[in-house]
């Protein structure tokens, strides 16, 4: 029977335990460290009898790893969706408290284009206005890159509708397909496009509102003028030319001449009271500022026989109506003075953009001129200067007007587009 070492069974024992101890030792580290959040942590005990061990643990590391990245994942994803609501409604309530300060279409639709396309991922954004005839006008246009081509099967239609009316739309063109959007972002521009196409529905019927009651009082004070000065007018007419029955046999020479310039001033007044109830009754065409001064020179010219050339540097330019009426009046009531006073051969007028970015109309002709010093006179004198003052006052504009005697007149109406 072999003889049993004991001082190399101690060192044995003694070495397994340190073995043991350093492994002990190793687990309560990564222990530790899976306790404060390194789940990378792993074991390397270099111990052959723990090696099943080892592995089990290391497994387990494993397991809690893939557990705390999968937490962290769902965790973005519930900081996204909550970043995402918490913009979209910020989004909402600014589009609504906006809309209840201005009902102005140029402002508020190319003002949101920013948010679709950044809701979207898209690399153009276009938004359009469409007319009552179905006509779209590009309002605005954001481009990351200009090398970017518009593809219709990569675009997503925004509707700015109300039921079946179409006011405008936004056009999101990507660079993936439209179905990688997600559900939450097709509902929310959904409903921004639906909130967006009920203004601008308001703001049409708000338009037709104001155009009716303009339309009701131009009639009502035609109606006026026909119930009484033009009646009146028409009865002195009348009463003239039996007067001039009644003197056929008076011989007085300046009789019959005092006789015929009354008869003509009357005729005259009489014209122009019914061109003025003619211009209320028809009301001004707007949308274009350009093809109704035309119509208004056109007039002119057959009126007065007076050739009147006209440029217009403003071709693409949109005014609102309030300053499109505004500008027409005032070229009319120019007109009509030129025609009764200037004895001009010719007349220009020209509309253009300054390099301030305000616009103006400038008319000019070679008539006579008057002494521009400050007019003054009885109440009702000069009323058609006050009026095309408060023309250029009521768009927020400036009227002035330059004369010397034998130099003609100059009127500038300056103003911006509103």
Known sequence: MPTIDRKTMNSEFQQSDVRL????????DWASRIRQGDFSARLELNNAQLTSTEEDINRLAEWL????????????????????????????????????????AKAFIPRYLAS??????????????????????????????????????????????????????????????????SASSRALMSNIGLNLGMALEKQVQEQDSNMLGRMAERTAFAHELHDSMAQTLASLRYQVRIL?????????????????????????????????????????????????????????????GIPVFFQNQCEDTEFSEETQIAIIRVAQESLKNICKHSKAETVRILLRRRSNGQFMMLIEDDGVGFDNTPLRGHAGEHIGLSV?????????????????????????LTFAAT
Request: proline share 2%; aromatic share 6%; hydrophobic share 35%.
């Open 244 to 304: 001039d029955d009644v003197l056929q046999d008076v011989t007085e020479p300046r009789i019959w001449a005092q006789m015929e310039t009354v008869e003509k001033l009357v005729d005259l007044a009489h014209q122009e009271l019914r061109s003025l109830i003619g211009q209320f009754r028809a009301p001004i065409e707007v949308g274009n500022l350009s093809g109704g001064l035309k119509k208004v020179l056109a007039r002119f010219r057959t009126e007065s």
């Open 65 to 104: 790893q893939s557990l705390a990245l999968e937490s962290q994942e769902q965790l973005q994803h519930h900081e996204q969706l909550i970043q995402s609501q918490s913009d979209s409604l910020r989004l909402v309530y600014d589009i609504t408290s906006s809309l209840n300060k201005t009902l102005d």
């Open 388 to 412: 095309m003052e408060e023309r250029a006052a009521q768009i927020g504009g400036e009227f002035s007007i330059e004369s010397e005697k034998g130099e003609g007149t100059r009127i500038v």
């Open 21 to 28: 101890e350093n492994a002990l030792q190793q687990i309560t």
């Open 116 to 181: 679709f396309k950044e809701i979207s991922g898209a690399q153009i954004a276009d938004a359009y206005l469409h007319d009552t005839y179905g006509n779209e006008r590009l309002l605005s246009s954001l481009e990351d890159d200009g090398h970017f081509v518009r593809q219709d099967e990569n675009c997503m239609v925004v509707p700015l509708s109300v039921k079946d009316k179409l006011y405008g739309e936004y056009r999101l063109y990507m660079d993936q397909p439209i179905i990688s959007l």
